[in-house]
């Protein structure tokens, strides 16, 4: 889809801003545009210079319906997308990365160069305090920290050789967010959204659960450049019980729906007697767009976060019967729920990783709440049959030091760090490239931020090349100038 106009208008041909401004209706609009997405020809992505569609007319289905689903680049492993993100580094040498060399060292200095830029001081080596047991027919090593994790482990792709480039945390959050830890990008979610479009009309491309308010901000889940259709829809904030992560205008409205279509229409036809003057406006076409877009989720968002009916032994799988458990649980419930029902990128949010000291009572704490859910959300998939399709992710913005802040803490470290990677297409029982014996640097088959958004983008259909749009007069995309898929782990 392209951001300019190009060819020679009919002047006695009425544009769609005229057609809204005499009155016609969104139920017209959208009747039209049901028919024409049955009959009409689809916006070819892949042999167009510009695969999105930044080719197509003036006028085509896809500039008049920006998230209609549209054809990947070729045949695609995944489908969808959750991406459980880990707010604050979580420390992934004492939860997925093994170090026998590190334990042997304990308290004893480092011995090689730390990065000439770091985020604090720290001193000595520190042994991770948990245990670690091979795990599943895989054996790969899982801390005592992650029991749950070690059932699903042969479902899990163990990538231990992850880095960045960035050790503060609201450029490094970006980085993995949106590809740049330097400008503002639009998210990964949004990038799918503008390549795939939207399978459920009613829902939401990319919905953000709980989203961290810190650290980029909106800046993790807007579309930037991109037309504003594509950003991210958050439920709910960062900290908050997840339980009220709810739509407010869906939860909360006690207006009839008639009165509200005739609020709708009527704030419509304000809206395009402004744009038949001014001329395109893609920021207010979009915020028209997300009120019919909220008018539609009342007949489906309800059922989606109405958790009261699922089974007991689902809601005691995720942990929704405990304390600790519950938050998160909840969260990930509703990301297979949303995904089910047909969102392309869902994202929750767990926080707060970020020990630099109290690491052992910290990571304790936040491991617990996050394992058992976590696991859920595989077994779930895998029992619905949703795994094969749907591309699970794991992760922070980046690890912790294997070298100590005082004696019970560790430092920021983008340098190399674990993530995982279930269904979509991975292969699974599989740990993927190492750190250095003592967990600070990523060696062997590395993957930096844009590798893993390469990968990401191959087994969602799209080559992350071709993905791009025209802004300021330069093709921008995902993974910048770089990036190049990890075709090891794909199955």
């Not at 939207?198 to 889940?221: E, K, R």
Request: proline share 6%; charged share 20%; aromatic share 8%.
């Amino acid at each position: 889809m392209s951001n300019r106009l190009c060819g020679n208008r009919d002047p006695h041909a009425l544009s769609r801003r005229q057609m809204l401004a005499q009155g016609v209706g969104f139920g017209s609009v959208a009747l039209a545009a049901m028919l024409a997405e049955q009959g009409a020809p689809k916006v070819g992505f892949a042999d167009s210079t510009h695969p999105t569609g930044s080719n197509a007319a003036p006028g085509s289905s896809l500039k008049a319906q920006p998230l209609v689903p549209r054809p990947p680049h070729f045949e695609p492993k995944a489908k969808r997308v959750i991406f459980l993100f880990m707010h604050g580094g979580p420390s992934t040498i004492d939860l997925l990365d093994y170090k026998p060399v590190l334990a042997a060292n304990d308290n004893k200095p480092l011995p090689f160069a730390q990065p000439r830029v770091v985020s604090s001081e720290t001193g000595n080596l520190l042994a991770s305090p948990w245990k670690f047991t091979p795990r599943g027919q895989c054996g790969t090593p899982v801390s005592e920290l992650l029991p749950h994790h070690g059932s699903v482990i042969d479902d899990l792709c163990v990538m231990n050789s992850v880095h960045g480039s960035n050790s503060r945390h609201g450029a490094a959050l970006l980085e993995l967010h949106t590809g740049s830890d330097t400008f503002v990008r639009p998210s990964m979610g949004s990038w799918i959204n503008y390549g795939l479009g939207t399978v459920n009309q009613n829902l939401p491309g990319f919905i953000t659960i709980c989203p961290s308010s810190t650290h980029g901000g909106l800046n993790a889940w807007s579309s930037a450049f991109l037309p504003a259709h594509f950003q991210g829809t958050s439920i709910g904030r960062e900290g908050a019980d997840a339980t009220s992560a709810k739509v407010p205008f869906i939860t909360q409205s006690k207006i009839a729906p008639d009165l509200q279509r005739m609020e709708l229409d009527a704030l419509r036809q304000i809206n395009a007697d402004r744009l038949s003057v001014t001329g395109p406006d893609s920021a207010l076409e979009a915020r028209i767009e997300s009120f019919e877009l909220a008018f539609r989720m009342q007949s489906q968002v309800p059922a989606v976060q109405d958790l009261s009916g699922e089974p007991e032994h689902i809601r005691k799988m995720y942990g929704l019967d405990k304390d600790s458990t519950k938050n998160f649980g909840t969260q990930c419930l509703l990301a297979r729920r949303f995904a089910e029902a047909g969102v392309r990128f869902v994202q929750v949010t767990h926080s707060y990783w970020d020990s630099h000291g109290n690491l052992k009572a910290e990571h304790a704490k936040l491991a617990g709440q996050m394992d058992q859910p976590a696991a859920a959300l595989i077994k779930d998939l895998k029992q619905r049959g949703m795994l094969d399709d749907t591309l699970v992710l794991w992760g922070g913005e980046f690890g912790r030091t294997p070298t100590a802040q005082g004696r019970d803490g560790r430092d920021h470290n983008p340098h190399g760090m674990t993530m995982w990677m279930a269904g979509g297409g991975v292969r699974g029982g599989m740990r993927y490239g190492s750190t250095d014996e003592f967990g600070y640097y990523a060696v062997d088959k590395k993957i930096h931020f844009h590798d893993l958004h390469a990968t990401i983008l191959h087994l969602l259909g799209l080559d992350h090349t071709a993905l791009t749009y025209r802004h300021v007069g330069r093709d921008f995309r995902l993974t910048d100038l770089y990036g190049h898929v990890v075709k090891d782990i794909i199955a």
